[in-house]
Structure formats: structure tokens, C-alpha cells
């Protein structure tokens, strides 16, 4: 089956910096997600991502399909940002999910 | 516009009993997965629904079970509860097999 690997596996921060974390896939996908997990355990939708790039606020996230990998970038991180980030991907309709990146912003 | 849903938040049974977690999906969405995450672990994918079928299943045994009802929300059932089961499991939503929203999670706890 499809592995996905995420990189880095931990993050620290000092707030207002810039940050980018990776996924690649060992396979093609074609839906592509990024998730924020907050301490309670609920994921937060970030991006919708098979192709292409798009930008929300302070986050933007890019996918280049053909070579199997995509970027979440954070800007100007703040300490609401902190907590475990997640890629997933699937070619049948199920996602396959990273064993995330956690993300600490210190203030 | 109600998100999607999941009862209970919290659950504790003990081995061998049988334990229902309840999904209800985002308005608009006709598919229904589950899924399974171990503390410190990514979410695993346990099996889909739509149009009331399992679509997709994930590499779990037949203990785990479920059912899509005609409102599209969904039942999680396992049998013969072992410790491992413990976890936090999560539903999402979509329409089709586009972008997915998750609910809260029930975290079940086997003693």
C-alpha cells in the first residue's frame, strides 16, 4: 500500500518565524490533504491539495503531484500554530495518513 | 451549518464486551469513513460507506463492523473488545470521495 512520510517528525519554534514541513508519497495519489490536530484530538482541515498551490492567511501548502511530495509552509508562526500537523493521501477514496510533524511555538 | 458529529466523547468498556460509536455527517455529504488513532500515531483507515455499502476497507478484522443508514449517518460497532483497541476514533464526511471533514472522535478506553 501507499507509505507516507513526514518530515520533520518535531518542530520548535520561536514565534514570527517561518517554517516548511514536507510529505512524500511512496505512491501517486489523488486526493491530498493537510490537517492541524489540536490537544483535543479534533482535525482541523488545512488544505484540500491533489495539485497545485494554494494560500490561506499565513498558510500555504503546494503539491507537485508528478514527483510525489507536498509542502506546508507557516509564516510569522504564532503560538496558536502549535500542534501536531498532518498529511494523508489516497488513490481510492480512503486517506492514508503520515505519522505527522509536531510543531511546539515558543513565545 | 452543523460539522460533523460523533457520540460519545467518551467510552469505557472491558474486554470481550461490544461497544456502538455513533456518526452523524456534515449537511450535504453522503459518504461516511472511519478511522482509528493510537496515542502518538496518525489515524488509520478502517472502512467507508455509501449508499448505505462498505466501499473501502482498511486492514482490521471482522470484529470491526458498521452500517450506513438511508440519512447517510453510521455506526461503528466492535465485538470482543481487546486492550489494543483503545484509541480515539474518528469519522469523517465527504461528498464522493472529495476533501473529508472529521468529527470530535470518541475515545474509547478498554479495561
Known amino acids: 500500500g501507499i507509505q507516507v512520510e513526514q518530515s520533520p517528525p518535531d518542530l520548535i519554534l520561536q514565534e514570527g518565524a517561518n517554517s516548511t514541513l514536507r510529505c512524500n508519497f511512496s505512491?501517486?495519489?489523488?486526493?491530498l490533504q493537510w490537517f492541524h490536530q489540536n490537544p483535543w484530538g479534533q482535525l482541523i482541515n488545512l488544505f484540500y491539495i491533489p495539485s497545485g498551490t494554494k494560500q490561506n492567511g499565513r498558510l500555504s501548502a503546494t503539491t507537485v503531484a508528478t514527483e510525489r511530495y507536498s509542502l506546508l509552509y507557516i509564516s510569522s508562526s504564532q503560538t496558536t500554530d502549535s500542534g501536531v500537523y498532518f498529511c494523508?493521501?489516497?488513490?481510492?477514496?480512503?486517506?492514508?495518513f503520515g505519522k505527522g510533524t509536531k510543531l511546539s511555538v515558543k513565545p | 451549518d452543523a460539522g460533523v458529529t460523533q457520540s460519545p466523547t467518551h467510552l469505557i468498556k472491558t474486554r470481550g464486551q461490544q461497544v456502538t460509536l455513533r456518526c452523524s455527517p456534515k449537511?450535504?455529504?453522503?459518504?461516511v469513513s472511519w478511522y482509528q488513532q493510537a496515542l502518538g500515531q496518525g489515524p488509520q483507515f478502517i472502512f467507508q460507506?455509501?449508499?448505505?455499502?462498505?466501499?473501502q476497507r482498511g486492514n482490521f478484522p471482522d470484529r470491526f463492523s458498521g452500517h450506513q443508514f438511508p440519512n447517510y449517518s453510521s455506526e461503528l460497532n466492535v465485538n470482543a473488545l481487546l486492550l489494543g483497541d483503545s484509541a480515539l476514533y474518528l469519522c469523517?464526511?465527504?461528498?464522493?470521495?472529495?476533501?473529508?471533514?472529521f468529527g470530535p472522535g470518541t475515545r474509547l478506553t478498554v479495561t
Open positions: 460507506y455509501y449508499e448505505e455499502e462498505e466501499r
Open positions: 449537511s450535504g455529504h453522503d459518504t
Open positions: 494523508a493521501g489516497g488513490s481510492q477514496g480512503n486517506l492514508i
Open positions: 469523517a464526511s465527504s461528498l464522493k470521495v472529495i476533501e473529508q471533514y
Open positions: 505512491d501517486s495519489v489523488n486526493n
